[in-house]
């Protein structure tokens, strides 16, 4: 059997090169990132950090970050380790830099890695402000950002995991 087999490198969901054994006709592709998230939390207050990770541990593997600064060597460090975030919990207000800021140089260094507009990774900006508008804003949606008003529901955190295509029933 060993003479059949062949072990080839594939590229998954997370950018990471993943194995796919073919033995005979038979391709079974294995892959330890498959069915969970790699989600990037940023959350200045501890009481709502831990919130929306036990809300998404289901999902996936929370990695925290307090401010934007250590938000932006985590995304970086992902993308160099060739292990990026599937989902970015972005606070708006943040102590050391606006979250706005923050997604900013995010895109800008997706735009200068050549990752295209429709794979950038998802963003949901999380605020105090109760603001409707930006919530069903079908531009931010095209851009892969959404709005969620703290204190977060559950039930609309996953709605939007469905929306941005992160979860499926």
């Known amino acids: ?79 160099e380790k060739e292990e990026r975030f599937d989902l970015i919990c972005l606070d708006i207000m943040l102590p050391d830099m606006d979250g706005q800021i923050v997604l900013e140089h995010i895109r800008r260094e997706e735009q200068a890695r050549g990752i295209p507009e429709a794979d950038r990774i998802p963003v949901f900006f999380t605020s105090g402000l109760d603001r409707p508008a930006y919530e069903e804003d079908e531009e931010l949606r095209k851009r892969r950002i959404a709005y969620l008003v703290k204190p977060i529901e559950r039930a609309r955190l996953r709605t939007l995991l469905m929306e941005f295509g992160l979860f499926r029933e």
């Open 1 to 79: 059997l060993r003479s059949l087999e062949k072990r080839n490198r594939l590229r998954c969901r997370k950018r990471a090169y993943c194995t796919v054994l073919t033995l005979s006709r038979i391709e079974l592709y294995t892959c330890s990132h498959e069915g969970r998230m790699n989600i990037l939390v940023v959350e200045d207050d501890a009481a709502s950090r831990k919130l929306l990770e036990r809300f998404l541990a289901p999902y996936g593997t929370c990695t925290p970050a307090q401010d934007g600064a250590a938000a932006l060597h985590l995304f970086t460090e992902s993308l």
